[in-house]
C-alpha cells in the first residue's frame, strides 16, 4: 500500500474522522456489518495503481472501508462525479451484488478539500502488471479467469434497467452518439498538439455510428470493464467476488462494454502498450479476441457483426482519457511519472484504430 500522495494536501485526518465519526453510526447497513466504528484507530493509504479518481484505504481498527475522491485540481466538466457515482452504486448493490455497497456520500468539500464517498473494501486478488502466483504456471485456470471475466460482463448486460431505481439514472436513447460526441469535445479541450490521427477517427465514428441494438430496453454499462477492475477469489480466482471503479456507468448500448474489454485485452498490447492489461492476457491460456467475442455472444445473444465499430471508439476512448491524464501533468497536477509519455500513446492509439479492418 502506498503513501497518501504528497498533493493530496487538502486530505484532512482529524476532519475526516470526525465526519466518519457522526455519519457511520447513522447508517443502518454499517451497523449491521461492522458494529461500532473504531474511529480512534484511523488510517489513511493510497491504493496502488489507476490513473484517474483517488482511491484509499481506510482503517479503523479491524474494519476496512475504500474513500474515493476526484484528482486534484481541474477536471473535464461532468467528469469525476462522485455523487453520481455513489447514486450508481446504491442502486446497482442490492440487483448486482458484484458492485460494491456504498456507505456515505460527503459533498461538503471543507471536509476534505472534495466530494467524496466511502464503501464496503472487496477483498481479492487483482491482476495487474503481475500475475499471482497461483495463475503463473496454469493455463487452464487462467482460460476459467477469462471466461469468468466475460461471464460477468454478460450477467451485467442482462440486468432490468428499464424500471426504478437504475431507468431513472441515465437516458439510453441516442447514448452511443452522444458518447461519440462527448468524447470528442473532450479531446478538443485537452488536446495539446495537433493529431490528423484522432481528428479524422473522431468523423469517421460520427459517420458510421450504429443503430442502438436494445436502446428501447436499456443495458447498464459499466464503462471501463476490464482485467484490474476485477476482484478475483483468493482461493478460486476462477470467481469473481467484486466489479470495481464504476465512474462511467450508463445506461445504453451493452456493445460499447464489449469494444472497451477487447481494447484492453488484446489492442492495447498489439498497439504498443505496457500496462496492466497488456502484459498479462496475451499470455498462454488467456482468451484471445475470437473466444471472448464467442463466449459472450453465445451468454448473451447478442449480434456482434459490427464489434469493430465499438473496438475503434473504444481506441478513440481510452487515446482521450490518455490524453487529460497528459495534459494534467504538463499543468503541474500530478508529477506521477507513469504519465510522462502518454502523448506519444495517443497518436500510437489513434493510428492502430485506423488501421483496423471494417
Not at 477517427?201 to 464503462?223: C, D
Amino acid at each position: 500500500m502506498a503513501p497518501v500522495p504528497k498533493d493530496v494536501r487538502a486530505f484532512e485526518l482529524t476532519s475526516l474522522a470526525r465526519y466518519l465519526a457522526e455519519e457511520l453510526p447513522r447508517h443502518d447497513r454499517f451497523r449491521e456489518r461492522f458494529g461500532t466504528p473504531d474511529i480512534e484507530a484511523l488510517t489513511v493509504d493510497a491504493f496502488p495503481g489507476g490513473y484517474s479518481n483517488l482511491t484509499f484505504l481506510v482503517r479503523l481498527g479491524t474494519t476496512e472501508l475504500v474513500l474515493r475522491r476526484p484528482p486534484i485540481g481541474p477536471v473535464p466538466a461532468r467528469a469525476h462525479d462522485m455523487a453520481r457515482e455513489y447514486r450508481w452504486l446504491a442502486a446497482l448493490h442490492p440487483v448486482y451484488p458484484l458492485a460494491p455497497e456504498p456507505f456515505l456520500l460527503c459533498e461538503d468539500p471543507s471536509v476534505i478539500g472534495s466530494v467524496f464517498y466511502v464503501m464496503e473494501r472487496r477483498l481479492g486478488l487483482v491482476i495487474r502488471d503481475e500475475e499471482p502466483e497461483i495463475l503463473r504456471h496454469d493455463p487452464a485456470l487462467r482460460r476459467r479467469v477469462g471466461e469468468a471475466l466475460v461471464d460477468t460482463l454478460a450477467s451485467l448486460h442482462e440486468l432490468d434497467a428499464s424500471s426504478p431505481p437504475l431507468a431513472a439514472l441515465g437516458k439510453p436513447r441516442g447514448f452511443v452518439a452522444r458518447q461519440i460526441e462527448g468524447w470528442t469535445e473532450r479531446w478538443i479541450r485537452a488536446r495539446t498538439d495537433e493529431v490528423p490521427e484522432m481528428e479524422a477517427l473522431a468523423t469517421w465514428l460520427r459517420q458510421h455510428s450504429p443503430a442502438e441494438a436494445g436502446s428501447s430496453v436499456p443495458s447498464v454499462v459499466h464503462g471501463d470493464f476490464k482485467l484490474d477492475n476485477v476482484v478475483l477469489d483468493e482461493r478460486d480466482p476462477s470467481k469473481v467476488v467484486g466489479v470495481l471503479d464504476w465512474e462511467m456507468v450508463a445506461l445504453g448500448d451493452p456493445l460499447v462494454d464489449v469494444g472497451m474489454l477487447l481494447v484492453y485485452w488484446v489492442h492495447a498490447a498489439m498497439a504498443g502498450a505496457r500496462d496492466s492489461w497488456a502484459t498479462v492476457t496475451g499470455r498462454a491460456g488467456w482468451l484471445g479476441r475470437d473466444a471472448v467475442l464467442e463466449r459472450y455472444e453465445a451468454k448473451s445473444g447478442r449480434n456482434l457483426a459490427n464489434i469493430r465499430f465499438y473496438e475503434r471508439f473504444a481506441l478513440f476512448k481510452l487515446a482521450v482519457i490518455l490524453q487529460q491524464i497528459y495534459l494534467r501533468r504538463l499543468r503541474g497536477q500530478t508529477d506521477d511519472p507513469r504519465f510522462a509519455h502518454l502523448g506519444e500513446r495517443v497518436l500510437t492509439l489513434a493510428r492502430y484504430a485506423a488501421g483496423l479492418s471494417p
